[in-house]
C-alpha cells in the first residue's frame, strides 16, 4: 500500500518520503532533502542580493506520529520531548538543524469535530486520541474488521494463526481471547492495538489514496 501512496504524492507534483523515526529509517534522506530546500532558497535570495538566512518551515501533521521524535533524530540528540503518546508536545518551539534550515515542532493537530465514525475509528487505533475517549475492544473489533475491507486479513492470520475473514472484528477478538488468552477480551484487544502500535503488524496503511475522478 505505500506504493500507492507513493505514486499518489507524485501524481500531484509532490515528493513523500517515508520514515520511521523511532528506529532512524530514512532520515537521511529527509534531512539531505530539507538542507537542499534551504540551499535553493538562499540561491535564490543571493541572485537577488539578499543575505542568506536560514529557512524556516513547520513540522505538523496528528498527535503522536512522530514529529518530535523525527526532530530529534535530524539533530542526532534530543531536543524535543518525544514520547509515544498523544499531547506531549504542548507549545511551539524553533529548533534550528543546520545553517541552513529551522523547524518549528508544533503541537498536534486533530479536528475540533469528527463527523465520519471511521476516520475517529482510525484516530483511536492509531493512539492519536486519548485512551479515556474510546474502548478498547470496540476499537479492536473496528480494526479487525478495516483489514478485512482494506484485503490485509492476512496481516492477522500470520501474526495470531487465525483467519478473521469469514468472521466480524467481534466474532475475531473473542474467538482469539478464547484459544489463546483465556477468555480475556479485553487483553486481546489491548494487544491488537499494541501490536499495530509497536509496528509488530508491519508497515500497514489504514486506507488507500483517494481514487481519481
Known amino acids: 500500500m505505500r506504493q500507492e501512496w507513493h505514486d499518489w ?7 513523500p518520503f517515508f520514515t520511521n523515526a523511532k528506529d532512524g529509517k530514512g532520515v537521511k534522506a529527509i534531512l539531505k532533502a530539507s538542507q537542499s530546500a534551504g540551499f535553493a532558497v538562499n540561491e535564490r535570495r543571493r541572485n537577488r542580493g539578499m543575505l542568506p538566512r536560514p ?21 542526532n540528540r534530543k531536543v524535543v520531548a518525544s514520547a509515544r503518546k498523544a499531547g506531549v508536545t504542548r ?10 534550515i529551522e523547524l518549528l515542532d ?17 484516530l483511536a487505533i492509531c493512539e ?24 490485509t486479513e492476512s496481516i492477522l492470520l500470520d501474526r495470531y494463526g487465525l483467519d478473521p475473514l469469514d468472521m466480524t472484528g467481534e466474532e475475531f477478538i473473542y474467538k482469539l481471547a478464547e484459544i489463546k488468552y483465556q477468555n480475556d477480551v479485553e487483553r486481546v ?15 500497514i496503511s489504514l486506507e488507500y489514496p483517494p481514487v481519481k475522478v
Open 106 to 122: 508544533a503541537p498536534g493537530i486533530i479536528p475540533l469535530k469528527l463527523e465520519n465514525q471511521q476516520d475517529a475509528l482510525k
Open 9 to 15: 504524492f507524485k501524481s500531484r507534483g509532490e515528493t
Open 128 to 151: 492519536d486520541i486519548g485512551e479515556a475517549a474510546y474502548n478498547n475492544q470496540e476499537v479492536a473489533q473496528g480494526f479487525v474488521d478495516l483489514l478485512v475491507n482494506l484485503g
Open 189 to 203: 484487544a489491548r494487544q491488537l492495538l499494541h501490536d499495530f502500535r509497536k509496528g509488530y503488524l508491519g508497515a
Open 91 to 100: 507549545q511551539l518551539q524553533w529548533v534550528r538543524i543546520s545553517d541552513s
Open 55 to 75: 529557512v524556516r518551515a513547520v513540522v505538523i501533521g496528528f498527535p503522536n506520529v512522530g514529529k518530535s521524535a523525527l526532530i530529534n533524530r535530524l539533530l
